[in-house]
């Protein structure tokens, strides 16, 4: 059974800290989203990359914020330092080739920053 | 003017019911367009997607597009409990960017 993984699924952490985010997409898919959502600005996409290589980070803060994919198996999402309003949930997706249209969300990490 | 526009709802129907939901969006050149669902806790999930103006039907869902009104929606036919969820519009414009979500309540 295919499916995006996604961990922690929940994560609780104090102001300043760092928080790391891991994503496993679905095996022979290239194309890796990283999603936030809140109940007040919805579903927006912070960067996304294909064939390990970011190709549009223009939704991520970058003083605190990055994302890497070490390998094809891999995409993670850092918050240096964490901060109240970064509590959210945050999906990653993935997508075969230039097919971004058909998108698999993972089941999503809880973040709250206390 | 958000670029995806829904009405947040909640959009309260009878089972067996037809529940519509709605969108807009602002960029003319916007050229497909997609539904996901979303149960409470869960993640997004594609249920339908529309290129062209007119209808597509899948089952008990009809996707419409209306480019000249910049107008897409989701019917669902014959309404079952199971149906609610929130229903999130989404419109491709190089990555897609997603309405608020539409809250839709099915009672039996």
């Known amino acids: 059974d295919a499916r995006v993984t996604q961990t922690p699924r929940d994560k609780v952490t104090e102001m300043g800290q760092e928080v790391t985010m891991r994503c496993q997409p679905i095996?022979?898919?290239?194309?890796v989203f990283w999603y936030r959502q809140t109940m007040m600005q919805g579903l927006e996409l912070l960067a996304y990359?294909?064939?390990?290589?970011?190709?549009?980070d223009s939704g991520m803060p970058k003083d605190r914020f990055s994302a890497e994919m070490p390998d094809a198996t891999l995409a993670t999402l850092k918050i240096q330092p964490s901060e109240p309003r970064d509590s959210a949930v945050y999906f990653c997706?993935?997508?075969?080739?230039?097919?971004?249209?058909?998108?698999?969300f993972g089941p999503g990490t809880r973040l709250t920053v206390l | 003017q958000k670029e995806v526009e829904q009405n947040s709802g909640p959009l309260s129907v009878p089972e067996g019911a037809i529940a519509s939901l709605n969108c807009t969006y602002s960029?003319?050149?916007?050229?497909?367009f997609f539904w996901y669902r979303q149960y409470s806790g869960k993640s997004p999930e594609l249920i339908m997607f529309?290129?062209?103006?007119g209808d597509k039907e899948d089952g008990r869902f009809t996707a419409q597009l209306n480019k000249a009104s910049q107008y897409v929606s989701l019917l669902i036919r014959d309404s079952q409990p199971s149906d609610s969820a929130t229903y999130l519009c989404?419109?491709?414009?190089?990555?897609?960017?997603f309405g608020q979500g539409t809250e839709l309540s099915v009672k039996p």
């Open positions: 997706a993935s997508a075969w080739g230039n097919v971004i249209d058909t998108q698999y």
């Open positions: 095996l022979g898919h290239n194309t």
């Open positions: 990359f294909r064939n390990r290589a970011p190709l549009d």
């Open positions: 960029d003319r050149g916007s050229q497909s």
């Open positions: 529309i290129y062209s103006n």
């Open positions: 989404a419109v491709m414009r190089g990555k897609l960017i």
